[in-house]
């Protein structure tokens, strides 16, 4: 059984650039979260995708955008990226998306850097 | 609003007991969880409590939740230096999303 990948691990960007981070859901797990983690601090929840359609969204501006695919694996998309977007940007999966009481299975997450 | 503290750093010798603290605000947490993170990893789920539910045991490590203080606490047991580490709680209603905290950076010396 797989875990949570993660593609790229680094990433090193310019301010007013676009960037695409994915991520491949737990073999059996349909329902894909991600977090923003910024130096120091705890993850920051971002938004939520469950069977191809957005399921919850955190306090991120609109240039944060996601998409699921069929085979539940992800996408997240910043465009406009600005120095403080510069964090640890982990994905999770979990078996559903209802509720958290399986817990999430976390990938290692891509370390973006804003330059 | 939601929101989840813990002390930032905690410092214990190889073989003690480490106990780390939790307090949330959310009184309509069901779930409580403690996840540990190790330098460039990502989050790896330790244990989780329900909120109907005041101890739970899992070999080394015991948690104890107090609902009445929305406080919680992790004890890790013989703490070896495997277990330096960062250790995050979070909390959810059962929807969609985490509330996790600052977390705790646990320093276990030999």
């Known amino acids: 059984e797989t875990g949570v990948t993660q593609s790229p691990t680094h990433l090193i960007k310019t301010r007013g650039q676009q960037v695409t981070l994915r991520c491949s859901s737990q073999?059996?797990?349909?329902?894909v979260s991600w977090y923003q983690q910024a130096l120091g601090q705890g993850p920051q929840f971002i938004f939520q995708?469950?069977?191809?359609?957005?399921?919850g969204r955190g306090n991120f501006p609109p240039r944060f955008s996601g998409l699921q695919f069929p085979n539940y694996s992800s996408e997240l998309n910043v465009n406009a990226l600005e120095l403080d977007d510069s964090a640890l940007y982990l994905c999770?999966?979990?078996?559903?998306?209802?509720?958290?009481?399986?817990?999430?299975?976390f990938g290692s997450g891509t370390r973006l850097t804003v330059v | 609003g939601e929101d989840v503290e813990q002390s930032l750093f905690l410092s214990v010798r190889e073989g003690d007991s480490s106990v780390i603290n939790c307090t949330y605000t959310?009184?309509?947490?069901?779930?409580l969880y403690w996840y540990k993170q190790e330098p460039g990893a990502g989050l790896q789920l330790l244990t989780y409590?329900?909120?109907?539910?005041d101890m739970k045991q899992d070999q080394r490590l015991t948690v104890l939740l107090n609902k009445k203080d929305k406080h919680l606490s992790l004890r890790i047991a013989d703490t070896q230096t495997g277990d330096s580490a960062i250790y995050f709680c979070?909390?959810?209603?059962?929807?969609?999303?985490?509330?996790f905290g600052t977390g705790t950076r646990l320093k276990v010396l030999a």
């Open positions: 999770a999966s979990s078996l559903d998306h209802r509720s958290t009481n399986y817990g999430y299975t």
């Open positions: 073999s059996g797990h349909n329902t």
């Open positions: 995708y469950y069977r191809e359609e957005e399921n």
């Open positions: 959310d009184s309509s947490s069901t779930y």
């Open positions: 409590i329900f909120s109907n539910m």
């Open positions: 979070a909390e959810s209603s059962g929807t969609y999303k985490y509330i």
